[in-house]
C-alpha cells in the first residue's frame, strides 16, 4: 500500500504532457477542495484523474475477496466523497472534469481532444476571439 501513488501516476503523466503539448497551461498545486490532479486557473476548470480501482470504474471495477467489507466500504466512501467534491465545486463556480485512467490508456489523443474542447469552451467571454 505504502507504494501506492496519490499523484504523479503514470495516466497523470500521460495526460499532462499530452494537454502541455495543445497549449494548455495548467498548475499542478491548488488549495482547492479534493486537491484536483490538474488546475487551469483561466478558465476556471479542474481535473481529476481518477484511478479505476480506487474510485469504482463501472467498466473495470471487481470486487476484492480479501477483506472484502473493508474494501466495498472504502470504495463507495471514495465515491460518495467524489460526488461532495464534485458538487461543492461546481456550486464555487468550476467546471469540473473526471477522467477515468481507462481513457488515457486506451485513446490518449482523443481524450486529450475532448478535453481541451472542454476546458476551451470555459474561456471568459472577453477573452474569445
Not at 501506492?4 to 488549495?31: F, H, M, N
Amino acid at each position: 500500500m505504502s507504494r501506492i501513488r496519490s499523484s504523479d501516476t503514470s495516466p497523470e503523466l500521460l495526460l499532462r504532457k499530452s494537454l502541455w503539448q495543445v497549449g494548455l497551461r495548467y498548475r499542478l498545486k491548488a488549495k482547492l477542495l479534493g486537491r484536483p490532479d490538474l488546475v487551469f486557473p483561466q478558465y476556471k476548470t479542474v481535473i481529476f484523474v481518477d484511478g479505476c480501482y480506487w474510485h469504482g470504474c463501472p467498466k473495470h471495477l471487481t470486487w476484492p475477496k480479501n477483506n472484502a467489507a473493508f474494501w466495498r466500504a472504502k470504495i463507495l466512501e471514495n465515491k460518495l466523497r467524489d460526488a461532495t467534491v464534485t458538487r461543492t465545486l461546481k456550486r464555487d463556480g468550476w467546471t469540473v472534469i473526471r477522467v477515468w485512467e481507462h481513457e488515457i490508456r486506451q485513446d490518449l489523443v482523443r481524450c486529450v481532444s475532448r478535453l481541451a474542447k472542454k476546458i476551451r469552451a470555459g474561456l471568459p467571454a472577453k477573452d474569445m476571439q
